[in-house]
């Protein structure tokens, strides 16, 4: 069984390969695919009268599974494989960030895929090694390029000394706005510095009603207080890893987010309509629709929303405001590639990502946009932007200069067990301060601390 | 006979006493029906015109609400074909998968249901309340692991022939259910009868059984097909390939994650996808109530 | 004689062999993909076994269901799928059984069919699109629900307009218009399969007695349906308590959400929370499925067919 199951396997892949070289046309492609999907006796025939028999011989090629959006949103990928003769390159069964496949695979000893694109450390890395599904890539990953890392990257997927989690896509949270309503609300199409002035200029748009609303966040925790946060005081994790929901800078930004909310839409703390409520979120389809000025969330999101504007040219971005007297820093997250225990290839895989994480054409899609999408993820190595900031091309945007510079602060949300769902278990308990249900931020947030400790004392 | 004949019998009796009552009046509860019935097909069919219109917006207009756009783009289809080019293949494992589930299900519940009435098993009424008892349980979502484990000792991951097999069981104690309850209105005598003509068990099952339970049998058709047709959890768990994969799976990476499609290229797909379904359906409609019609005049 | 008994012990062992035939190809799959998988739960819910950990699991008995029963949430779960299963039911059942009644007795056999096939579009379409297709409705800024409301009738504004999705106290009645939507037809042909098996003459004969509409209906029609209504009712409160995509989708893992009912919290703690505390997660699905099958048997008692 396991062996038809591996010819199988080779037999889609080769099929693929055949239909990228043009040596066998669609029709036929599909003949085989079908087939090989049936699972019948067929395949030796198809093996025979294609005459690609031998592909059975073969160890198994390198396998490698992406998470969908990463293929849809970075169109140069197809390119990099092309230089890795004979990679069996899938897209994995994570659809709503499940990992239960890996995990289950793990358990048996085994592993379908080699290496896994789609892994955010702050949220699944730490079960994954729990799980033992993963493994570092210190004895694989080449010096220079674990030196080559911006340091809170390299700290981000880092744990205990090992690197569980090679960064690839870099989403920084930031500023964004809409020129052409700020415009038409006489505002300077400068980036808001604090908060103030970003509150300021959001009451402005909606006082001179070039937009029904003034600005929006995510309220998604790790996309709103977190960051909001960080951009008062970044020193906010206990001894343990867990977000100091007690923190004063972290009710500074729960009155913040109170303020903003007063000038925004009021949908704006309803969860999302994809990935279990943690996208498709109304933010979204607020800018998109072109009724709020300004949007702070990591660029990923302006952009891609931006492609629905009239004119998409009027997007602006920028690093995230800060307090006066704050320290400026924001939340950052990579994702990334994990290297599974149980796979195969670990050097050919090694090699992969190094060059898939190093593609100049990936990064500059990534920056300017093509026709499938504008994900305005950056790349996560110091000499990326050196060799930009040597040699500027004539495409790069202003943005990215600014993003690199915040990075030195920026950091992202300590890896814990509970580094995501600490947001997630505690979200009802601050919004209860935001929809006014309760008075006193300090003590919604206490009771944010409670929850989440009771839920792990449960363990 | 029109439907207007019907309702002039089924009321004649009263009305034959007024005098002339007029087209209006003397078809009014036709009228009315067909009132409600389109009524019911007008909230059917807006949102998917909704949707139709949608494919066609451009992309600003998308995030507008309203109905008609500014301007048409009609480029999003084309998107969608470069964008899942294993779509023709997906809708094939849909397909094969779908009737593969309905055929083996159908024939296991009509088995299962003429034994459990007319053969009497003994246990026969433990597996009656261990079928009820099964549908009561949210078994989908805390077996998908044990369903991992099965599949992958038989050697079945990646393929979408075994996903028949977990697919079969979804609506299995439904099924059996109905067609037991089909088999008790069928006379015990009816098979007593055949047994004396010396028509076996297996015999009078096909010769007598099945052209009885018919009506139940167009039941569990629809019930399997849309449970196996719409399956996402179990696929996107048990496959890793696209071209292993069905459509709602291919689908569903469409609409989820930072890759989320616009708008209208989602709407393509939507049309795209409701189309063939709806063809499809359109014959096997036909089938189903010819089915059922022969089903009602014999029996 | 000796001879007779062992033919007719042949007998009945062949004809036993033969009741088992008919059975083996149910029970094969039965037993592999629901019983195994749910002994499998069973067994768990009784110990502490976490999926990320590789200790081994330990027997702790009922620690895992005491803790369910004290906990607040377990109730409040289990009182918003049923809240969600009384408003879906009755209009799950009630809706496609008069719109049957209606194309049943339409009899220009184009028109019959053409209804027959609209009412069942949505039933071929995959739930992912169902979810996708009804997000785009209840959007609160741009949804076409709203944009009437808002533009079209002029009934509110942007700023207080209905927010229907994504853990309002609308989201419940949203969904479970949404699921009536998608069952619409689906549920009509269960009817109009029931009502084909009803010989024509019997209503027919009862109106020449001068029965009311309303009269043939309760006396002759639906009888005849409480079978088929009966299925529908005991399947549909099996989904209906047991929703889980639609409240993953529309509501997420907010537990002040509506739609955190205890098929997602059992999901939460078995697929999301810590080291997927499975032992716990059993317990919530077995008391789940326990208090269902309570319910079950009342309904059962309340609609047998009597006499």
Redesign the interface.
């Known amino acids: 069984m396991t062996v038809r199951k591996e010819q199988e396997l080779i037999l889609q892949q080769l099929g693929r390969r055949q239909l990228a070289n043009g040596t066998i046309d669609r029709r036929e492609f599909l003949t085989r695919s079908m087939v090989a999907g049936l699972g019948l006796a067929g395949v030796g025939a198809v093996a025979k009268s294609g005459g690609i028999g031998s592909a059975f011989a073969q160890d198994r090629p390198l396998t490698p599974t992406f998470y969908q959006w990463i293929e849809d949103l970075h169109p140069a990928i197809p390119a990099v494989n092309a230089n890795f003769e004979g990679i069996n390159y899938q897209i994995a069964p994570v659809e709503g960030f499940g990992i239960e496949r890996f995990v289950a695979e793990a358990k048996d000893g085994k592993s379908t895929w080699d290496v896994y694109a789609g892994q955010t450390p702050f949220v699944e890395m730490s079960a994954m090694i729990e799980a033992d599904v993963i493994e570092p890539w210190d004895p694989y990953i080449p010096q220079e390029v674990l030196d080559d890392m911006i340091p809170a990257i390299r700290d981000e997927c880092t744990i205990d000394g090992k690197l569980y989690g090679w960064p690839f896509l870099l989403d920084v949270i930031g500023n964004s706005w809409h020129s052409g309503i700020t415009e038409a609300a006489g505002l300077d199409d400068t980036a808001p510095e604090t908060w103030d002035q970003h509150l300021a200029n959001a009451k402005a748009i909606v006082e001179a009603g070039a937009a029904p609303f003034g600005a929006t966040f995510d309220a998604h925790g790790w996309r709103s207080i977190a960051p909001m946060t960080h951009s008062l005081n970044s020193d906010v994790y206990t001894s343990e890893g867990l977000f100091d929901f007690t923190n004063d800078a972290a009710v500074e930004a729960l009155m913040l987010m109170k303020e903003i909310m007063a000038v925004s839409h009021p949908d704006i703390l309803l969860e999302g309509a994809s990935d279990g409520g943690v996208n498709g979120t109304p933010d979204e389809v607020a800018f998109a629709a072109q009724r709020v000025g300004y949007y702070h969330k990591y660029f990923n999101a302006p952009l891609r929303m931006a492609q629905n504007w009239d004119d998409p040219k009027q997007l602006r971005l920028a690093q995230l405001p800060k307090f006066a007297n704050g320290e400026g820093s924001t939340v950052f997250w990579t994702t990334g590639c994990a290297l599974f225990k149980h796979g195969q290839n670990k050097e050919k895989a090694a090699e992969y990502i190094r060059a898939l994480t190093y593609d100049s054409q990936i990064w500059k899609d990534s920056i300017v946009g093509t026709e499938s999408g504008h994900p305005g993820q950056l790349p996560p190595y110091k000499s990326v932007y050196a060799e930009w900031d040597a040699n500027p091309p004539d495409w790069m945007p202003e943005f990215v200069g600014l993003v690199r510079g915040q990075l030195n602060q920026a950091k992202a949300i300590t890896n814990h067990l509970f580094g995501l769902q600490q947001f997630v278990i505690g979200k009802p308990h601050w919004e209860a301060y935001l929809k006014g249900e309760e008075s006193d931020p300090k003590v919604a947030l206490q009771n944010v601390a409670d929850a989440v400790k009771a839920e792990m004392d449960r363990g | 006979m029109t439907d207007a004949a019907i309702t002039l019998q089924g009321t004649g009796a009263r009305e034959a006493v007024s005098q002339d009552p007029g087209w209006f009046q003397r078809n009014r509860s036709a009228i009315v029906r067909h009132a409600v019935i389109n009524l019911f097909n007008l909230i059917i069919i807006l949102p998917l015109v909704w949707v139709g219109m949608m494919s066609i917006k451009s992309r600003p207009d998308s995030m507008r609400g309203d109905f008609w756009p500014r301007k048409f783009d009609f480029t999003h289809y084309a998107y969608v074909f470069e964008k899942i080019d294993t779509l023709p293949i997906n809708l094939f494992n849909s397909i094969y998968v779908t009737f593969g589930t309905v055929a083996i299900t159908s024939v296991c519940a009509v088995l299962a249901g003429y034994a459990l009435v007319h053969l009497r098993p003994r246990g026969g009424a433990f597996i009656i309340a261990t079928l009820l008892v099964s549908l009561y349980f949210p078994v989908r979502v805390v077996s998908i692991i044990s369903i991992y484990e099965i599949q992958d000792n038989l050697g079945l991951i990646n393929s979408t022939s075994g996903l028949i097999l977990p697919y079969v069981t979804l609506q299995l104690a439904i099924s059996v259910l109905i067609m037991r309850s089909m088999f008790q209105l069928v006379p015990h005598e009816m098979f007593e009868a055949a047994k004396i003509d010396g028509a076996g068990p297996w015999k009078s099952l096909w010769m007598v059984g099945v052209p009885m339970v018919r009506n139940g049998l167009v039941v569990i058709f629809i019930v399997n097909f849309v449970t196996a047709w719409g399956e996402f959890l179990l696929c996107s768990t048990l496959t890793n390939d696209q071209v292993a994969r069905t459509m709602p799976v291919v689908l569903a990476g469409a609409q989820g994650g930072l890759g989320q499609w616009s708008w209208p290229a989602l709407a393509a797909v939507y049309v795209l996808v409701v189309t063939p379904g709806l063809i499809a359906f359109t014959f096997a409609q036909k089938l189903f109530f010819k089915g059922l019609a022969e089903g009602v005049t014999k029996g | 004689m000796a001879q007779a008994t062992i033919a007719q012990r042949f007998w009945v062992f062949r ?2 062999a ?3 035939l ?2 083996v ?3 094969a ?2 037993v ?7 002994f ?2 069973l067994w768990i819910s009784f110990t502490d076994f ?5 200790e081994p699991a330990n027997w702790i008995w009922f620690d895992n269901y005491v ?1 369910a029963f004290n906990d607040p949430l377990m109730w409040k779960s289990l009182w918003r799928a049923t809240y969600f299963t009384l408003m879906f039911l009755p209009g799950t059942i009630i ?1 496609p059984l ?2 049957a009644i ?2 049943d ?4 056999p184009k028109l ?2 053409l ?23 209840y ?6 629900i ?2 009437f409301l ?2 079209t009738l002029g009934l509110f504004t ?4 209905p ?1 229907w ?4 106290p609308l989201t419940l009645p949203a969904v479970a218009i949404m699921e009536v ?1 998608w069952g ?3 549920h009509t ?2 009817f ?3 009502l ?2 009803i ?1 024509k003459e019997l209503p ?1 004969a009862a ?2 007695d ?1 029965a009311t ?1 309303w009269q043939v209906f309760w006396h002759v029609t639906r009888p005849r349906l409480a ?2 209504m009966m ?1 529908l009712i ?2 549909r409160f ?1 989904t209906a308590m ?1 929703v ?2 639609e409240y ?10 509506p739609t955190y009912t205890w ?1 997602i919290f ?2 939460d703690q ?9 032992g ?3 317990a919530i ?1 077995m008391i ?2 326990i208090a ?2 309570i319910v ?1 048997v009342i309904l059962i008692r309340i609609f047998r067919p009597r006499g």
Do not use: C
């Open positions: 004809e036993g033969n009741v088992w008919f059975l190809p149910t029970l799959f039965f592999g993909y629901q019983v195994y998988p749910i499998r739960v976490q999926y990320l950990s590789n803790e809706l008069l719109l209606l194309v007795r339409v009899s220009n019959a069919t209804y027959r096939v609209i009412l069942l579009i949505p039933a071929v379409i995959p739930s992912t699109l169902i979810f996708v297709l009804w997000k785009w409705m959007n609160y800024q741009v949804g076409p709203n944009h808002v533009e942007l700023y207080n307009a927010q999705l994504g853990g309002t939507w619409l037809g689906y042909i269960f109009l399969a029931g084909a098996a010989p027919e109106r020449i001068g509409e079978p088929i299925i005991v399947l099996g047991a889980i995509d993953l989708i529309f509501g997420g893992f907010n537990r002040d959400s098929t059992m999901y078995a697929f999301k929370l810590g080291l997927w505390r499975q716990f997660a059993a699905g789940g499925a269902m099958m079950m």
